[in-house]
C-alpha cells in the first residue's frame, strides 16, 4: 500500500458545484496534513494546513478523520479558477512530507 | 524576501552530461528537499538535509548527489545524465517546526536527449 494515495480523477464539476476529495494515509503515527495546490507545470502551492478539528477558509474546507487516516479537501461553489490539481501532504514526524500522486478537478461553465 | 529560489529553469542535456540544479533560501530554513516530478505523478523525494551539513537520502536518490555547505545552499548535481532523468525538479524549504507547510522553488524543467 502506498504511503498517500489519492483518487487522480479527473474530476470534472460544473460551475457552482460542491465537490470533495480524499486521500488516506497508512503510516498512522503521521503528525501534520497539508492540502496544496498544483497549476500545469507550476510548483506547488499551500492550499490549507488540515487540523484534527477540521478548518474552514472560505469555499474550502479540510478535515482528519485520524482513525480511518484519511483527509478530505471539500470545495463548495466551485470557480472555473479552482481548476488545478490537488495534493494531499502528509508529514511524519521527522519532517519528511509524503506527496499524493494528486487528483485532478476540472471545472466548467 | 526571495524565498527558494531554483536556477536554471529550463536546461536540455544530452545523455552522460552532467549538470548542478542550484537552490537557495533567504528564510534561515533547517529543512531543504529536492523532489522530481514525472508527468501525471506526484512528488517524490530525492534528497533532503535538516541541516548545515546533513543530507540524507530520500526515495529515489540513484544519479543524484547533494551537498549542504551552508544554511542557504542546497545543491543537486546530476552526473552522467540519463533520459530517465528527464522530469521537473522542485527545491523546497521549511523551518522544520511545528505545523509547518513546505515553500517552493519555481522548479527546473531538464530534458535528457
Known amino acids: 500500500r502506498k504511503e498517500v494515495e489519492q483518487d487522480p480523477g479527473p474530476f470534472n464539476v460544473p460551475e457552482g458545484a460542491t465537490v470533495a476529495f480524499n486521500c488516506t494515509y497508512s503510516?498512522?503515527?503521521?503528525?501534520?496534513f497539508f492540502w496544496y495546490r498544483q497549476d500545469c507545470r507550476k510548483e506547488p502551492k499551500l492550499l490549507m494546513s488540515?487540523?484534527?478539528s477540521g478548518n474552514e477558509d472560505g469555499r474550502f474546507t479540510a478535515q482528519l478523520n485520524r482513525a480511518s487516516q484519511y483527509i478530505s479537501l471539500l470545495i463548495r461553489d466551485s470557480k472555473l479558477s479552482d481548476s488545478a490539481t490537488y495534493l494531499c501532504?502528509?508529514?511524519?514526524?521527522?519532517?519528511?512530507?509524503?506527496f499524493g500522486r494528486g487528483t485532478s478537478l476540472i471545472v466548467h461553465p | 524576501n526571495a524565498g527558494v529560489t531554483q536556477t536554471p529553469k529550463f536546461r536540455i542535456l544530452k545523455i552522460g552530461q552532467s549538470m548542478t540544479l542550484q537552490c537557495t533560501q533567504d528564510?534561515?530554513?533547517?529543512?531543504m528537499y529536492w523532489y522530481r516530478q514525472d508527468p501525471g505523478m506526484g512528488l517524490k523525494l530525492i534528497y533532503y538535509?535538516?541541516?548545515?551539513?546533513?543530507?540524507d537520502k530520500g526515495e529515489v536518490p540513484n544519479g543524484y548527489n547533494v551537498s549542504r555547505s551552508t544554511t542557504e545552499d542546497f545543491p543537486l548535481r546530476l552526473e552522467l545524465a540519463a533520459p530517465s532523468q528527464t522530469s521537473v525538479y522542485f527545491c523546497?524549504?521549511?523551518?522544520?517546526?511545528?505545523?509547518?507547510?513546505?515553500?517552493f522553488g519555481n522548479g527546473t524543467r531538464l530534458t535528457v536527449t
Open positions: 523546497a524549504s521549511n523551518p522544520g517546526q511545528g505545523v509547518s507547510p513546505l515553500h
Open positions: 501532504v502528509v508529514n511524519r514526524g521527522s519532517y519528511i512530507p509524503t
Open positions: 528564510m534561515n530554513h533547517n529543512y
Open positions: 488540515v487540523y484534527s
Open positions: 538535509s535538516v541541516g548545515a551539513g546533513i543530507t
Open positions: 503510516n498512522s503515527a503521521s503528525q501534520s
